[in-house]
């Protein structure tokens, strides 16, 4: 049995930042500056609501921040992110006005860019006892199913409410304005399975938080939580407070 909270440390092939990130938009941007993010500012005020456009051009990250040794580890970075992240399409004005909007689904279009996400994680959680991949509501459920077949864990749906038709537990999560709901089928999971949560994105975090609560409430084990992309901005990461969050690519 290994112990409850395994080491996720990097190696040669995943290269980290310090956080569990494995890619930062300012190193790309040098190594590729025509087809670097857009340069938008987001600020906070209520979950999609919210990534408002400011005014300014470019600014750093959290991951511009790291210590010079962690840097360094980014110039044996792994050739595959780079093709992740410029297949990441970034739409102004969707679904709000000033939201940047991170679009994946240029990613599926690209077999080469969305094999690599997936070898990627499946890379990491491999051997890792991992039973449960629980993916949540939309596009958690594009990323997760392949990594639950190719490691062997099962897959749960975590769902808005009311659209699991069976029995489920919910769990209700703040937003800045007003609340929303995530649910699970009652019976999806065991106590003292391991599971490992996949969302497509980190925003401020609370749609990840649920999950855990909602796990750890029926006496799951969270791994680690995994997204393609985190806004650090959005200081989504503290939200998780000690539970550890694994992204491969920061959009600033
Ligand atoms: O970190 P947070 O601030 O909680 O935001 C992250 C969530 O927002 C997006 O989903 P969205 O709410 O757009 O729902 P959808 O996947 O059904 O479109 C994204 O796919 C995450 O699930
Ligand atoms: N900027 C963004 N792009 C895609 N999904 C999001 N969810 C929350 N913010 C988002």
Redesign the pocket.
């Known amino acids: 049995m290994q112990p409850a909270s395994f080491p996720l440390s990097s190696n040669s092939l995943l290269p980290s930042f310090g956080s569990n990130t494995i890619f930062s938009p300012l190193r790309f941007r040098r190594l590729f500056p025509r087809i670097a993010y857009s340069s938008s500012s987001l600020v906070p005020t209520n979950?999609?609501q919210n990534y408002r456009l400011a005014p300014t051009t470019l600014r750093s990250t959290a991951s511009d921040s790291v210590p010079a040794p962690e840097m360094a580890l980014t110039d044996g970075q792994d050739p595959r992110i780079a093709r992740i992240s410029s297949a990441i399409r970034v739409i102004p004005n969707f679904p709000k006005p000033g939201i940047m909007f991170q679009d994946i689904t240029t990613l599926l279009l690209d077999t080469k860019a969305f094999k690599d996400t997936i070898d990627l994680f499946v890379e990491r959680y491999r051997d890792k006892n991992i039973s449960v991949v629980a993916g949540?509501?939309?596009?958690g459920f594009i990323f997760g199913p392949p990594i639950a077949l190719a490691i062997g864990a099962k897959f749960v749906p975590m769902r808005?409410p009311n659209k699991l038709p069976g029995e489920v537990i919910s769990e209700e999560y703040s937003l800045e304005y007003g609340t929303d709901k995530m649910e699970m089928h009652v019976g999806a999971v065991q106590p003292g399975e391991r599971a490992l949560v996949i969302?497509?994105?980190?925003?401020?975090?609370?749609?990840?938080s649920a999950a855990i609560k909602l796990l750890e409430r029926v006496g799951v084990h969270v791994v680690e939580c995994a997204c393609v992309i985190e806004l650090p901005e959005l200081k989504?990461r503290e939200r998780l407070v000690d539970k550890s969050l694994f992204v491969l690519v920061n959009a600033a």
Not at 136 to 139: D, P, Q, S, V
Not at 199 to 208: C, F, M, S
């Open positions: 979950h999609y949540i509501e939309a596009r808005k969302d497509d994105l980190i925003a401020t975090g609370g749609t990840l989504g």
